[in-house]
C-alpha cells in the first residue's frame, strides 16, 4: 500500500486545526471524504484539503460504505467516539480517533474490543508525546535513567482559558470538563512515561467555583454560566498496583500562576525531571546533586530523521507509517482505555466523596 485514502468524520475544530493540515503534509495521503452534520464544513474542507473528485456526506455511515477508504479520522465531539469508531472498524477502516478515546470507560472498552475482533489498526490522538522535549524524556525513561519512577505530577493548568465555542462547555456531549480535555494529555504522558498502566485507587474532586460567573475575564471571551455545565477544576491523587503515585491537575479557570499544559514531572530513584522550564533532569553524581537542561533544539527526530519537529504532523506522519507498513503504533488503544479508566473514576470519586478501587 503506497497510498492511502483517508475519510474526516467531524470537519470542525479540531479537524482543521489539527487533523486535516498534517495529514495534507503526508505524501502517502489522499483526503477522499469529509463528513459533517452541517454540510457547509464538509464543503470548506474538501475544498481545502481534498482531492478533485472527493465526496462530502451529512451522514457519517454513507462515508463508511465507500469500499474503497482505508482510514476514518473520527474527529467529533466526545460522545459520539465510541459508535463511530466501531462502526468504522466494523467496515474495514483503520481508526485514528481524537482524544479522549471516549466519553466513557466503558465505550473505550468497546472500541477495544472491536478494533480486536476486526483485526484493523485503533489509536487516540495523544499528539503531545511526539513533542520533542517528550520523546526525549521518554527515551531517558526507557533507558532507566530515572531509576523506578514513584511519583509524578500530572499539569494541565490554564489560568483562564475557557473554550467557549462548539460543545466544550455540554456535560452530555463531552463527559466533562478540563479534566477529560486537557487533563487527559497530562495523564496519558504520565502514564507513557513510567509505562504503569495498572492503577490501584483514585481520590478526586472536580469543582464548579469559578465557572457561574457573569462576564468573567477569559482568553476567548466570558462563557455564559447557564452553558457552562462541566467542571471548571479538577484534581486527584491517583495510586498505583506497585505504589508509585501520580497527582493530576486541571483546570480552564483557576487563580493561578503556576500554568502549565500537558506537562508532567517525574521522580525516580535515580534522577527526576520536570518539562517546566524547557526540560531538566535532576539528580546527584559524584556526592553532588546536579540539574541538566536538555538541548532539543539540535538534531533529528526519534520516528522521522529530518521530517518536521511540529508534534500533529509527527503523529500523522507516524500514524500512516503504521498502517502502510503494519508497524506498532505509538498510541495504543490498551493505554488509551486506562487513561479513560482513571478519568471516569475521577469524576465518580468526586461525586460520591470516596476513593474508587480498580479491580
Request: one cysteine or more; aromatic letters at 8%; proline letters at 3%.
Amino acid at each position: 500500500m503506497s497510498k492511502v485514502r483517508v475519510g474526516i468524520i467531524g470537519c470542525g475544530g479540531i479537524a482543521n486545526g489539527k487533523h486535516m493540515p498534517s495529514l495534507a503534509k503526508v505524501k502517502e495521503v489522499e483526503m477522499v471524504a469529509f463528513c459533517d452534520i452541517i454540510r457547509e464544513r464538509a464543503e470548506e474542507a474538501k475544498t481545502k484539503f481534498g482531492t478533485e473528485q472527493a465526496s462530502v456526506y451529512e451522514n457519517y455511515r454513507d462515508l463508511l460504505a465507500d469500499a474503497s477508504i482505508d482510514i476514518v479520522h473520527v474527529c467529533t465531539p466526545n460522545d459520539s467516539h465510541a459508535e463511530i469508531s466501531i462502526a468504522a472498524l466494523e467496515a474495514g477502516k483503520h481508526v485514528m480517533c481524537e482524544k479522549p478515546m471516549a466519553k466513557t470507560a466503558a465505550d473505550a472498552r468497546r472500541m477495544l474490543e472491536a478494533a480486536k475482533r476486526t483485526g484493523k489498526k485503533l489509536s487516540i490522538g495523544y499528539q503531545n508525546r511526539f513533542r520533542a522535549d517528550s520523546r526525549y524524556l521518554k527515551e531517558a525513561c526507557a533507558n532507566g535513567e530515572l531509576g523506578e519512577i514513584y511519583f509524578a505530577k500530572a499539569h494541565a493548568i490554564r489560568r483562564r482559558a475557557v473554550p467557549t465555542w462548539g460543545v466544550f462547555l455540554d456535560e452530555d456531549k463531552q463527559g466533562g470538563g478540563p479534566l477529560i480535555d486537557i487533563g487527559t494529555h497530562a495523564l496519558d504522558l504520565a502514564l507513557w512515561m513510567m509505562d504503569n498502566y495498572k492503577p490501584k485507587a483514585v481520590l478526586g474532586r472536580a469543582y464548579h467555583k469559578l465557572s457561574q460567573r457573569e462576564n468573567a475575564a477569559n482568553a476567548w471571551g466570558p462563557w455564559d454560566p447557564k452553558q457552562f455545565t462541566v467542571e471548571d477544576s479538577a484534581f486527584a491523587m491517583i495510586t498505583m498496583e506497585n505504589g508509585a503515585s501520580i497527582v493530576l491537575e486541571s483546570s480552564w479557570a483557576l487563580n493561578s500562576l503556576e500554568v502549565d499544559e500537558a506537562k508532567v514531572t517525574l521522580c525516580g530513584t535515580e534522577a527526576g525531571a520536570d518539562m517546566k522550564k524547557g526540560l531538566r533532569i535532576n539528580g546527584e553524581q559524584n556526592s553532588r546533586l546536579y540539574v541538566k537542561e536538555i538541548e532539543l533544539n539540535s538534531g533529528g527526530v526519534a520516528f522521522y530523521e529530518g521530517q518536521s519537529e511540529d508534534p500533529a504532523e509527527l503523529e500523522a506522519r507516524t500514524w500512516i507509517d503504521a498502517v502502510i507498513n503494519d508497524k506498532e503504533l505509538i498510541v495504543k488503544p490498551e493505554q488509551a482505555l486506562v487513561v479513560s479508566e482513571i478519568l471516569e473514576a475521577i469524576y465518580e470519586s468526586s461525586r460520591t466523596g470516596k476513593a474508587v478501587y480498580f479491580d
